[in-house]
Every structure is written in structure tokens, then in C-alpha cells.
């Protein structure tokens, strides 16, 4: 491939030691500044806070650091309304703002990158993105949590098949199955909020990755940037990952969960179970089957799982044979991670939104917890509780079922003396035990699916989302 080069020296902001230009193929292969733009804003409100703490220093004067702000918002502001022209021989978000505010603002300009490296300053401005990210995907997750809630609530009282294996196992309100999205949504929050703290500590100062004998102050730059402390080992600082990496992990396990939610949908939806209807404007059709009405939300939330791991597999590769400390692979870490936040941020809006349209086939869900043998763990238990070992229950319910299954009927169709001849300890109260509902409101263990305590979990959700407040 024919190397195109201008033959003029470096007019690179590190080109000093340079003879010669940079090859164009060579920019635009290390140029990341067709993505990295997207961190500007954090660029900028750290140089701002790293000029403002050069000035207390000493190191520019108030009148430099007057002219270094202003230009510095000028700059934003051209960026906001997309005048700003980004240039990819200057690589990267960092040198184009300051070679920017050079051309605007001069000699001062200059001054603003001492005491910093783009390695520090790179790892600021991607804290400061992630611990933005933090808070707006913990807002989404309490929006889809509201929307399960909701759903909750609207449901209370009515039953569904719960699955094992995907086969009918045992009756549980449908407001239960909501709730354990709850919970799982309410640990993928907890998990952002913990992953929050190891991103919100201060990296600039590391500079290059030894530190730096110029007279700084990191605790003011973290004060002014609302980093809780700073980190504490400038080679670590200016090569760990680690926060990105956890940040994405938390990511995954978000998708996981929407993408299992997806795949109960898109069964749920089907014609074959029939339990929900998603609305119209959720779904699609298709261009040769004029009947079809297609979930293509949860489908594709499903789907994009795959990108979400995938970024976490990029990072963890991408981390995995680095010597300490910088490494020029590390400019390899945006593009996953934007990735990572996109899909999961678009996925939990849409699936809050779809969820608040949701419709449940009542009488179609209790329907099927009518068949199936359902309630035969609560013929066991009836004869535990009437002083047979647990075991020995257990075959005498299973000879039971084999026994309806020969005869094509479920347990309630036996009179009592034919149930009886399975074990003589049965009585009349067993058919109250042997229903749908009897079954249902006997698990009143502690996270169980009896009404008293799914109504008591719904309410201790609706106060902690302030619902109905
Ligand atoms: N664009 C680079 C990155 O994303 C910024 C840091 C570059 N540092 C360097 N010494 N070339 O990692």
C-alpha cells in the first residue's frame, strides 16, 4: 500500500521530536476521534477544574485562566451546535479541544496541558462518563421496577402456571412472577450503584503515569469534580480498566435479565400459551404473512444480548495481556463501552414503556393452572402434616397421579374414596387443599406465593418507588 505523507515537519501538538509528517494511513487507522467526540463535554469540565486548580497553584495566572475557561466554553458551545470541526490528525477528543483553544485563545492555551497527560486525562473523562451513565441507567431500571410494580398490583390475586423445566410445576399469582423481576432488577441496581463508588475516584494527577513534580493539588481538582477521593497509585491509575470493565459486567447482567424477560414474552405471546397480548403499536407485522403479528421488542432485546457480552468479552480480552501501565490498546475500550450503554439504556426504556401496555390473559392463565396435576406438592404436604414421612408421601402422590394420568383426570376429579385408597389419613378438607387458590395462599413462607405475602411485598415496593404517595 503507497504510504501518502506530507513532506513538511510534524504539526502534531506532540510533534517536536519528529522529522517528518505522519503517514495519512497511519491516522486514520489510530484516530479515535470519530467516536471519542462523544466524551467533549467531560473533556472540557475537567479542564476546566484541572485550569482552575493550575491557577491556585500558581501556574497561570488569573487573567490565563479567565481566557482558558472562556475559551474552553466557547468551544462547548460550538460543539453543542455542531460548528465545531473535528479533525482526525488530531487523533483524538483531547488534542482537538486543546489544539482548538490554542488557534482561539493563544499562549495560554499552551499551558493548560501541564501537569497532565492524555493517559490521566483520558481516564478522567471516561470516569466522568460512566458515573453519568450510572445514574441514568439506575433511573431506567426504577422505571421498568415501577412498570413491574404496576403490573403488580393491577394482577393481584390472579393465578398462573409457575414453570420448572418449563413445565407446569406449581400454581403462583402472576403479580409473583412480577415481583421476582423486581428483585432482579432491584440487584442490577444495587450492583451500578456499588460499581458507581470505584468509578467515582479521581485519576488526574497520575499524569503520564509516574506523577508529577509540578506543584498540583488532586484533592482540589476531585472537590471541584465531585469525585469522592483520589486514586492512589499513578501506575494503576493510568492503565486500570477495571471500572469500565465491572461497569460492563453490570451491563450483561441487565440484558441477561431483559433477554430472559424477552424470551417469556415472545412464549407468553405466542399462540400456543396465549397469556399476554402486547399492544399494537409494540409489534409488527410481516410483509408475506398477512395474519402475523410479530413481538419484535422482546425478540430484539433478546438479541442484542449478544452485543452486550461481546463488549464485555472486547474489554476483558483487550485488559487481559497488558504490562502496566498505559498501553496505546486501551483507546480499543470506548467503542464497547458506548456500545454496551447504548443497547442496554435503548433496551430498558423500550421494555419499561411495552411493559406499561402489557395486557394479561387472565382466564387463559388460571385455565392452565387447572390442569397438569398442579397441586399435587400439596397432597404431599397434606399427608406430611398428617404424620407421613415425606418420602413415603411423595410415592403415595406420585402412584396417585399415575393413576389420574391412566384414567384421563386430574387429582380434584376422585371422590374421597378413591383418593382415600391411596392413603387412609386423607379427609374431606382435601379438596380445599388440592385447589388452585388453596394452593396458592398456603405458601405463606417468607418470600412465598400466598396473596398475604405477595400483597405485602407489593406494598413495601410500592412505598420504596413512591408509588401512590
Ligand atoms: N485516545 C487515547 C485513548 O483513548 C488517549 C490517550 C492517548 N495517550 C497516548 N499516550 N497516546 O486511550
Not at 179 to 199: L, P, Q, S, T, V
Not at 345 to 355: C, N, Q, R, V
Request: charged share 25%; with cysteine; net charge negative.
Amino acid at each position: 500500500m503507497a504510504i501518502s505523507e506530507n513532506n513538511t515537519k510534524s504539526k502534531k501538538l506532540w510533534g517536536g521530536r519528529f522529522a517528518g509528517a505522519t503517514a495519512a494511513s497511519v491516522e486514520a487507522f489510530t484516530e479515535s476521534i470519530s467516536y471519542d467526540r462523544r466524551l467533549y463535554s467531560y473533556d472540557i469540565m475537567g479542564s476546566k477544574a484541572h485550569a482552575t486548580m493550575l491557577e491556585a497553584g500558581g501556574l497561570l495566572s488569573s487573567e490565563e485562566l479567565t481566557v482558558i475557561i472562556d475559551g474552553l466554553s466557547a468551544i462547548e458551545t460550538s460543539i453543542d451546535e455542531e460548528r465545531f470541526s473535528f479533525k482526525s490528525e488530531l487523533e483524538d477528543i483531547h488534542m482537538n479541544i486543546e489544539k482548538a483553544l490554542i488557534d482561539a485563545i493563544g499562549p495560554a492555551g499552551a499551558k493548560l496541558h501541564s501537569a497532565r497527560s492524555r493517559n490521566d486525562q483520558i481516564a478522567l473523562d471516561l470516569r466522568l462518563y460512566l458515573r453519568d451513565q450510572c445514574d441514568c441507567i439506575m433511573a431506567l431500571l426504577d422505571d421498568t421496577r415501577r412498570a413491574f410494580v404496576g403490573l403488580a398490583r393491577r394482577y393481584m390475586g390472579q393465578v398462573m402456571p409457575g414453570y420448572t423445566h418449563l413445565q407446569r410445576a406449581q400454581p403462583v399469582l402472576i403479580s409473583h412472577h412480577m415481583m421476582a423481576y423486581f428483585e432482579m432488577f432491584g440487584r442490577d441496581r444495587e450492583r451500578i450503584a456499588d460499581c458507581r463508588k470505584r468509578i467515582n475516584i479521581l485519576p488526574l494527577g497520575a499524569a503520564a503515569m509516574a506523577g508529577t513534580g509540578l506543584p498540583i493539588n488532586r484533592e482540589m481538582v476531585a472537590e471541584l469534580l465531585g469525585f469522592d477521593k483520589v486514586t492512589a497509585n499513578s501506575m494503576d491509575t493510568s492503565g486500570d480498566r477495571d471500572f469500565a470493565i465491572e461497569f460492563v459486567s453490570c451491563c450483561t447482567m441487565i440484558q441477561l435479565h431483559l433477554s430472559r424477560l424477552s424470551e417469556e414474552l415472545v412464549l407468553w405471546s405466542s399462540q400456543e400459551f396465549s397469556f399476554v397480548t402486547i399492544a399494537d403499536k409494540f409489534c409488527t407485522g410481516s410483509s408475506i404473512m398477512p395474519q402475523k403479528k410479530n413481538p419484535d421488542i422482546p425478540e430484539l432485546i433478546r438479541g442484542k444480548s449478544g452485543r452486550v457480552v461481546g463488549s464485555l468479552m472486547s474489554l476483558i480480552t483487550l485488559m487481559k495481556g497488558l504490562p502496566l501501565t498505559y498501553n496505546r490498546d486501551l483507546q480499543e475500550d470506548k467503542e464497547p463501552v458506548f456500545d454496551a450503554v447504548d443497547t442496554v439504556s435503548a433496551s430498558l426504556a423500550i421494555m419499561a414503556e411495552m411493559l406499561g401496555n402489557l395486557e394479561f390473559n387472565t382466564r387463559r392463565m388460571e385455565d392452565a393452572t387447572k390442569t397438569g396435576f398442579m397441586t399435587a406438592t400439596d397432597l404431599a404436604d397434606y399427608l406430611v402434616l398428617h404424620d407421613v414421612p415425606f418420602r413415603e408421601a411423595h410415592g403415595i402422590v406420585g402412584r396417585a397421579v399415575a393413576s389420574c394420568i391412566e384414567r384421563g383426570c386430574e387429582l380434584t376429579d376422585l371422590t374421597l374414596a378413591e383418593i382415600r385408597k391411596f392413603s387412609p389419613v386423607i379427609d374431606n378438607d382435601i379438596f380445599g387443599v388440592l385447589s388452585v387458590r388453596g394452593s396458592v395462599d398456603s405458601r405463606v413462607s417468607t418470600g412465598g406465593t400466598a396473596t398475604l405475602r405477595v400483597e405485602e411485598a407489593v406494598s413495601a415496593a410500592e412505598k420504596q418507588m413512591g408509588i401512590g404517595d
